[in-house]
């Protein structure tokens, strides 16, 4: 009978690719010749080799191993929620959200205050999503995900809590300041304040100047839209930025103009797995959610 710590032993190699980073990945301290044993026993369990080295650290899975890695992956990466849900018959439960940093400020501390008047004795972990990427969902590591998600995968579920609308913003003295609606087309030569690569904020400011045609000759990068706000208000450039409010963000020496090229209207959206567990907080969390 194959032994649960050897499985597991296999599942981290097949996840890392190596003996080094699994032992590093590991939940809980464990050498690499431990991790090497527990996949040589298991293989001798099995009488089938599950991995081929392909580099001095890179392992690579046989036929049998895959075949063995379609088992283990949902058990393994389900866990966390399972455990969290059994647990929920102690104090209620708990539910560990990620959402963009915007999200985070504008749209969750209305939604927690419901959910806490729900769920008065739930603990709730809040946490920034930096990239509209599913996998702390799909492992177990995050029970909903809030943010504008283009693509997601048939098991995971969703639902349109709020609208992101664009526009641009721009010093209170700046030349355009005083029109009622702005184009990208429209920024010149000025600088041009975008958010760190790799966001998705980033990606979607890249694609809409894109579009126009625009290619700003100098540019200042920001992590989040409150820093480029401040970086706006100061008079250092011109930027775009998506926000909840209809009106536009808001903040004394900023204007912000709609945008009309191109028009900016994004679904926000929250995601689960469509398949996990019972989860009594994550339901009252769907429940509470605001609406489109």
Known sequence: ??????????????KTGGYARAARAFPYPITQPAVH???????AELGVKLFERVAKDRMQLTPAGRQLQVFVVPFFEGLPSVVRAIRATDFEGEIHIRAANMLLRDLMPAWVRRLRKRCP???IH?????????????????????NHLPDVPDTVATKRIGTLHGFLVVPRDHRLAKRRQASLSEIGDDTFITYTPGLLAHH???RALAEQGVTPERTITAGTATAILGLVEAGLGVSAIAT?????????GVVALPLVRPRVHLPVMAAWRRKGPPHPVLEAALETAPGP
């Open 244 to 252: 909840l409010d209809q009106e536009g963000p808001r903040r004394r």
């Open 1 to 14: 009978m194959m032994q649960l710590h050897r499985l597991e032993g296999f599942y981290w190699v097949a």
């Open 204 to 206: 979607m400011q890249v």
């Open 37 to 43: 044993q527990q996949v040589k026993k298991l293989e």
């Open 126 to 146: 809040l946490g920034e999503l930096g990239s509209p990427d599913v996998s702390a969902l799909l492992s177990g590591e995050a029970d909903l995900l809030v």
């Open 121 to 123: 004795g739930a603990e």
